[in-house]
């Protein structure tokens, strides 16, 4: 088993062959052909081109102009954040996208001046992994190759396979602005970068220092904490890592003891990392345990470097963690290097960068750690020394990348002061002038950034693929030398000669061979991608950016990075507002992950995927290195258990509104595929909706519709359905204002679907049965600007079949339309206010209350569609009669009566029934639409039901001790069952007298 599946963390989309979205289309598309009967995700082909070639992707100046001199003109500017060059799409992909793209579709259809910057980042040490792997297959290393042809390789690599997920971002209909397309490893980009880190080390806040960083022996490079997956081992377990033929014990602690000098004594610690004794130089007590303050001050003897090193006393120690005494390598871990620091032990390195033994390892050295991890504890054991083993549950460190264990490694980096530059990040949250969204990150970000968090940022890299450092060390004949930052050499020894006070042409100059950590160059994003070091229009125009979304996984690896680059750059924040979303997760809540055969590919939604089309996929990704054998394995039982029959195609819109009901800013995002298959039925509601008006328009046919009728007098349902919509434009604007999206989602979901679709149009059917009514084109008129009103809301959200039917319903005489619906405006409060109604709704709610009871004593009664039984409606509303052919409508009923009082049921002839509601209670007359017989059957199966139930209960006192129920629970559903029993009694007795009386 490898340490990475045991993690099931590390969640890298599956390689794909880059599927074409549908075809491109330099023209408009061609909708003469019928409208079709459903929605059918194929209406989607055909439109992303036509946006993308018609430049509505890019800022429209038009709708930006400025009113008046003194109001600026309004811009909406955002990044997507670069995905990894290797990367393919994935669902969070998805997620971001869809999220970015309905809140630039809003801004852009509000009117702003709207850029969203699509790129690409350069991925160092992940690139490199890959290229890496490719070689291995050949049998060559990067080292075969040498630093110029190697990184040659990796730039053949991305011209031929890397970028692919931006082709597939254009599939989810990203409106990016393509031609401001970025990679971060390009000529303006690597400006930028030298810039950034000459004008910081010209500052001061970047330094070159010997510190503890996570090293990476497979890589031979220090990676960051993100790269880092915490694997926990329950107990002793063998792992395979990278570099070692043989698997790895973990989960085991040893207990080693140490000769206290001039003394019989000893000392016993307890370590899970027995090779780094070589390293140990010192041992650590509590000062307030007992058990050792007659050691304090005095000294143990180190068995293989025959030496004398202290014991320490220092509050770091735990006294109820193991023997309370611990062994201190500064040179190999974090709290030791911290102690060791205060205390002015010695550090000792006792690993070179491939992770074998050198130094003053004696008899160890040239051993692999992991073969020293083994020789140590058997010498040991022969010197006496060693006290024993047990289990024990521990945190394995590992790179994120090759399944390496990770080794804290003291070695000279780059660094970032991040002290003042994080202050000031903290004081612009703290002063609002910094929002996180949502608010709970505001806390964390305080902590994370705060006083006792900092740690200086080590921002250099030893791998080959990257942004080499700018900097120069420089030295004279006479040794004397210094480090210098500089865009070229010649540049450098001019710095160094003024600091040196030499001629620059006698210094020997020579440039790092470190490359820069990948979140140095995507940490300048926000503003490198308008020029920035150059103070150009765009620049001006766009920056700072008007929001940051991403994951909230990456709140300080990238946010809090930027926001500490853009003070420290720019003298500005790089944007006010930060919106955070969750991580998406599968429906039981577990990380979707290679290594848990878990991950689907959104692209499968929208196109569909063969189970035969699935394996080829995962078959052709272990090919190309992105996953291994057992991944592929696992991702395969993964997907023959979710997906038996393979993937159908759900298209575009659906996945988009599946992703959007969710609540994104949630911090996990559990995702039941359940809900993009009901997003397609929700599309085809739409479809249907608008092909009703269509055929609506076809009925009318040379009918003019330029005017109303002079008599026209809009009707309740009318002024209803107007004021529905007017509620339903401003929830909707509010949500989107708030980055509510889910509620945006309900808010137009509850209005086209239960308001419009199920109450209005099946109210005005009859009135557009006939064109010659005069309630025909009144009927159609409102129901046209309903329709079109929806659209235009749904738009950010669902781009394509918005689009189709945009284009395909036919325009009203005087009819605004523009080219496309993306750039037409979207709906706002102002122009539907007039239609608002406190009272009006709240009588609607009853008559659709009536309605309701209605329907369900009629199918109670299975009474069909076409029986209109009478009614009798007790409501202390008397305006609640005015709604009589509502009722009556909506209901399918007969006659409707109405009644101030609420009357005793029994004074009504045999025959009604009775359903109560909020605020209703309704009658009808079915005693001649009954079959007794059948109705009488009905109960009295249920009644047998009842009876078994009863059995089944009592046998639970009994049951197996997790199906036990006690008898408290079970007398209280005895009691239950009586109150249902007593009704269904209730009604046989009913049923009995009204068969009597027929």
């Not at 120069?472 to 050499?489: D, Q």
Request: glycine letters at 8%; hydrophobic letters at 40%; one cysteine or more.
């Amino acid at each position: 088993m490898s340490l990475l599946r045991l993690s099931g963390q590390l969640c890298r989309g599956s390689s794909r062959p880059f599927s074409v979205f549908t075809s491109h289309y330099a023209a408009k598309k061609d909708l003469s052909d019928p409208f079709p009967a459903k929605y059918s995700p194929s209406i989607e082909g055909g439109w992303y081109q036509w946006w993308k070639e018609s430049g509505y992707f890019q800022p429209n100046v038009d709708t930006c102009q400025k009113s008046k001199p003194s109001i600026p003109k309004k811009k909406f500017s955002v990044v997507l954040p670069p995905p990894n060059v290797t990367g393919v799409l994935h669902v969070g992909h998805a997620l971001t996208t869809t999220i970015q793209d309905t809140l630039v579709r809003y801004h852009r259809m509000r009117g702003c001046e709207t850029v969203w910057v699509p790129g690409c980042d350069h991925a160092g040490i992940a690139t490199q992994v890959v290229v890496e792997r490719q070689l291995a297959a050949k049998g060559l290393t990067r080292h075969d190759l040498g630093r110029e042809k190697f990184v040659e390789e990796v730039g053949k690599w991305k011209e031929e396979k890397g970028g692919k997920i931006l082709g597939q971002l254009e599939e989810l209909g990203a409106s990016l602005d393509w031609s401001r397309d970025q990679f971060t490893m390009s000529p303006h980009f690597q400006r930028a970068v030298n810039s950034a880190f000459i004008k910081l080390m010209d500052a001061g806040l970047i330094y070159r220092g010997e510190q503890l960083v996570n090293w990476s022996p497979e890589l031979r490079s220090a990676i960051s904490d993100m790269e880092v997956t915490h694997v926990d081992v329950a107990g002793r377990t063998l792992f395979d890592v990278p570099g070692y033929d043989k698997p790895v014990q973990f989960g085991v602690m040893v207990d080693i003891a140490y000769k206290v000098v001039g003394s019989d004594k000893e000392l016993v610690v307890s370590t899970t990392r027995p090779e780094t004794l070589l390293g140990d130089t010192g041992v650590a007590v509590n000062p307030t345990d007992e058990r050792y303050k007659q050691f304090h001050g005095a000294k143990v003897w180190h068995p293989f470097r025959q030496c004398e090193i202290p014991v320490v006393v220092d509050e770091h120690v735990d006294p109820e963690m193991g023997t309370g005494v611990v062994k201190i390598t500064p040179a190999h871990d974090n709290n030791d290097w911290e102690v060791g620091q205060r205390h002015g032990l010695e550090v000792i390195t006792i690993m070179d960068e491939g992770g074998y033994m050198v130094g003053e390892c004696g008899q160890f050295s040239g051993m692999h750690r992991f073969m020293a991890r083994e020789a140590v504890c058997e010498e040991l054991e022969k010197l006496g020394l060693f006290r024993g083993e047990q289990d024990h549950n521990m945190v394995v460190p590992v790179c994120g990348r090759t399944g390496d264990v990770v080794e804290p490694m003291l070695k000279p980096q780059w660094f970032l002061k991040t002290s003042k530059v994080a202050e000031m990040a903290c004081t612009a949250v703290k002063d609002k002038d910094l929002l996180l969204d949502p608010k709970e990150f505001e806390t964390i970000w305080l902590q994370f950034l705060g006083v006792e968090r900092q740690r200086d940022w080590c921002i250099s890299r030893q791998i080959w693929w990257g942004h080499q450092v700018p900097a120069y060390k420089c030295k004279t004949a006479g040794g004397e030398e210094c480090w210098v930052s500089a865009m070229s050499e010649g540049e450098a020894r001019e710095k160094a000669a003024a600091k040196l006070g030499c001629a620059g042409d006698s210094l020997d100059v020579e440039r790092d061979t470190d490359v820069l950590d990948t979140w140095f160059s995507s940490g300048l994003y926000p503003f490198a991608v308008f020029g920035w070091p150059d103070q150009t229009p765009d620049l001006e125009r766009f920056y700072p950016l008007d929001l940051m979304e991403t994951g909230h996984d990456i709140l300080f690896f990238w946010v809090g990075r930027m926001v500490m680059l853009g003070i420290a750059l720019t003298g500005k924040l790089p944007f006010s507002d930060v919106m955070l979303h969750g991580v998406i997760c599968d429906s039981q809540g577990r990380k979707m992950s290679k290594s848990l055969g878990n991950v689907v590919d959104p692209l499968h939604l929208i196109h569909g995927a063969s189970l035969h089309k699935l394996e080829e996929e995962l078959v052709l990704s272990e090919e190309q290195g992105t996953i291994s054998a057992e991944e592929r394995e696992l991702a395969l039982e993964g997907m023959l258990s979710q997906f038996p029959s393979g993937i159908p195609a759900h298209g575009v819109d659906p996945v988009r509104w599946g992703l959007l009901t969710y609540d994104v800013k949630q911090q996990q995002l559990n995702l039941n595929l359940a809900v993009v298959k009901s997003a397609g039925a929700w599309c085809n509601k739409v479809w249907q909706l608008a092909r009703f008006l269509d055929m609506a328009h076809t009925k009318a046919g040379t009918k003019s519709l330029q005017t109303l009728p002079g008599n026209f007098n809009p009707g309740m349902m009318d002024m209803w359905i107007l004021g529905q919509l007017a509620t339903a434009v401003k929830q909707v604007n509010t949500s989107m204002e708030e980055r509510e999206l889910h509620v945006a989602t309900k808010e137009l979901r509850k209005f086209i679907y239960n308001d419009l679709c199920d109450t209005y149009v099946e109210f005005i059917k009859p009135n557009l049965s006939d064109p010659n009514s005069p309630e025909f084109l009144p009927s159609l008129l409102i129901l046209h600007s309903c329709v079109l009103t929806s659209l235009k809301m749904l738009h950010p959200i669902m781009p394509f079949i918005t689009e189709e039917l945009y284009q395909r319903l036919p325009l009203l005489p005087n009819e605004r339309r523009k080219e496309s619906i993306m750039i037409d405006s979207f709906p706002q409060p102002t122009e539907w206010n007039g239609f608002l109604n406190e009272e009006l709704p709240l009588f609607v709610d009853l008559a659709l209350g009536v309605v309701t009871g209605v329907r369900a004593l009629k199918k109670n009664y299975d009474l069909s569609g076409e029986v209109m039984p009478q009614v009798l409606v007790c409501c202390d509303e008397a305006g609640l009669a005015e709604f009589k052919e509502v009722i009556q409508r909506l209901a399918k009923c007969g006659e409707v009566k109405f009644s101030e009082e609420f009357i005793d049921p029994k004074t009504l002839p045999y025959g009604f029934i009775e359903y109560t509601g909020d605020g209703v209670k309704v009658y009808m007359d079915v005693g001649k639409y009954i079959d007794f017989d059948k109705e009488m059957e009905k109960i009295s199966g249920k009644l047998k039901k009842i009876e078994n139930d009863r059995v089944k209960l009592d046998k639970s006192l009994k049951g197996k001790f997790k199906y036990r129920q006690s008898p408290e629970e079970v007398a209280r559903k005895h009691s239950e069952l009586d109150d249902i029993v007593v009704k269904l009694n209730d009604q046989m007795q009913i049923l009995e007298k009204m068969k009597c009386k027929t």
